[in-house]
Nanobody, 115 residues
Framework: QVQLVESGGGLVQPGGSLRLSCAAS????????MGWYRQAPGKQRELVAS???????NYADSVKGRATMSRDNAKNTLLLQVDSLKPEDTAVYYC?????????WGQGTQVTVSS
């Protein structure tokens, strides 16, 4: 059973930064793709950023230039940092992984951007 566990959410002021972590129960080098999605109230889940096993990164236009995703292979952890946060970044953020033909999701972590 593969588990993905997010951490790092919370309340952040506009203009601030957030750093999310996703700890995987399997080596993240065995995932074909990993990424972060988010879902705001009343909206569909959307891709924030993804990284392939080869290291190719893809960022949503809404966070491009503000987000940085990285991998810590030694700790089997996927990291996401988003700077210059806006109220519209408020959402539940989910870690996602695609491995050997199966989808895996974390339980989500709430990020609220508000003064």
């Amino acid at each position: 059973q593969v588990q993905l566990v997010e951490s790092g959410g919370g309340l952040v002021q506009p203009g601030g930064s957030l750093r999310l972590s996703c700890a995987a129960s399997r080596s993240i080098s065995t995932f074909d793709v990993m990424g972060w999605y988010r879902q705001a109230p009343g909206k569909q889940r959307e891709l924030v950023a993804s990284i392939s096993s080869g290291g190719t990164r893809n960022y949503a236009d809404s966070v491009k230039g503000r987000a940085t995703m990285s991998r810590d292979n030694a700790k089997n952890t996927l990291l996401l940092q988003v700077d210059s946060l806006k109220p519209e970044d408020t959402a539940v953020y989910y870690c996602h992984g695609w491995r050997f033909g199966s989808d895996y999701w974390g339980q989500g972590t709430q990020v609220t951007v508000s003064s």
